[in-house]
Nanobody, 114 residues
């Protein structure tokens, strides 16, 4: 079984930082492109960042320059470093393999004070 386990969410003040982690079980991570997604209140889940097996990452404009994705394939872990947080970053954050249709994990809640 393939599962995604997100950790590290919590409450933060505007301008501060959080670091999320994603542990993948059930398959080797090293050959897959990984994505970070978030679901803001009353909005649909959206892809915000990706990282290829080569380490090349990409970001949507809303987070580019503030968020950084990294990976450690030996540990099957992906991280999302979030800096300069603002209230628009509030939501539930998920990780998943891009374009493969696996079930979602529980996510981790991030709340940024306004």
């Amino acid at each position: 079984q393939v599962h995604f386990w997100e950790f590290g969410g919590g409450e933060a003040q505007s301008g501060s930082s959080l670091r999320l982690s994603c542990v993948v079980t059930g398959l080797p991570l090293h050959i897959h492109e990984m994505g970070w997604y978030r679901r803001a209140p009353e909005k649909a889940r959206e892809l915000i960042a990706t990282i290829k097996p080569s380490g090349i990452s990409d970001y949507v404009p809303a987070v580019e320059g503030r968020f950084t994705v990294s990976r450690d394939d030996a540990k099957d872990v992906v991280w999302l470093q979030m800096d300069a947080l603002n209230p628009g970053d509030t939501g539930i954050y998920y990780c998943n393999i891009v374009n493969r249709g696996y079930d979602w994990g529980p996510g981790t809640q991030v709340t940024v004070a306004s």
